[in-house]
């Protein structure tokens, strides 16, 4: 009995230490992906994402949008709006997954329905904190799947493949990216488009941000054929922090702005968009 009881007691012991080490595993694998973010400011800039066009940098975080717009025949309140969940991996990939938006259409001939689901990939290329050079430039490549019952965006399958570079002088950034929007199929009925943003920034306070974007798209066959699609974007982005932060904490931040037609040509106007986002 006393045999059996040593065997049961370290049984028991190794059950324990086994139980631990796998706790310990997991904390430190829970650890690594909450410090994706702070591993990077050692080799990015720390500026805030603009709120139309794509950031050079690479993060990982959640973007719950709502945007709504004049959008002629109708003016959808999407909500989604493009965004969803942000991966960081081997701190130079960012892999985000953007489920379907919802278009509430506001209209008896529009039928109310999801629009693309998409999916991107981003690889810094090369980058530099405030003490490198403050600087950073990526390729990025986005896809958005094949249209569905209702759908209300693209009528196919598209690519939109672009580079993104930002420099930062300060509390003063500018960000740019530029790229193109290749549909798959129904070519003639969309068009397709060089697109070109650029957005010039301000960190005017601790948890303030003020920028901003110019968003243009460059238009081949569609509706807008050898037309330009010009938007200019003011934005304002507050970040809310718990007492006691530090960088393995979730931070929020709360952000707006619209995008308002300067070019004669466009396909929608007064897109009002705003944001939580939730950065881990």
Do not use: C
């Not at 230490?17 to 997991?26: D, K, Y």
């Not at 003490?131 to 390729?139: E, I, L, W």
Request: hydrophobic share 45%; proline share 5%; no cysteine.
């Amino acid at each position: 009995m006393s045999q059996l009881q040593s065997i049961s007691s370290l049984a028991l012991a190794w059950v324990l230490v086994a139980g631990v080490h796998a706790a310990s595993a997991q904390q430190s694998l829970y650890r690594q992906f909450r410090a994706h973010n702070t591993a990077l400011k050692e080799v990015e800039p720390t500026w805030m994402a603009p709120l139309i066009q794509t950031d050079a940098r690479i993060g990982q975080g959640i973007k719950l949008s709502v945007s709504n717009s004049n959008f002629p025949p109708v003016q959808p309140t999407v909500y989604g709006n493009n965004h969803g969940f942000s991966i960081v991996a081997a701190r130079r990939f960012q892999f985000d997954l953007d489920p379907p938006s919802f278009f509430r259409n506001h209209s008896s001939t529009h039928p109310d329905g999801f629009g693309n689901m998409g999916a991107q990939v981003k690889m810094r290329l090369i980058s530099g904190n405030a003490q490198h050079g403050n600087f950073v430039v990526s390729a990025v490549l986005f896809h958005g799947f094949g249209a569905r019952a209702y759908q209300n965006q693209f009528l196919s399958a598209y690519y939109a493949p672009s580079i993104a570079a930002g420099k930062a002088f300060g509390r003063f950034a500018i960000i740019s990216n530029v790229g193109g929007l290749l549909p798959t199929a129904k070519i003639q009925a969309q068009g397709r488009a060089i697109e070109w943003n650029v957005t010039a920034q301000l960190h005017a306070a601790p948890n303030v941000w003020f920028d901003i974007e110019n968003n243009a798209d460059f238009f081949y066959l569609g509706p807008l054929d050898h037309q330009t699609q010009n938007m200019i974007t003011p934005a304002a982005f507050y970040l809310i922090r718990r007492h006691g932060w530090s960088p393995e904490h979730v931070s929020f931040v709360l952000d707006s702005g619209m995008q308002i037609a300067t070019s004669r040509a466009y396909y929608y106007n007064h897109n009002l968009v705003s944001e939580l986002r939730l950065i881990f």
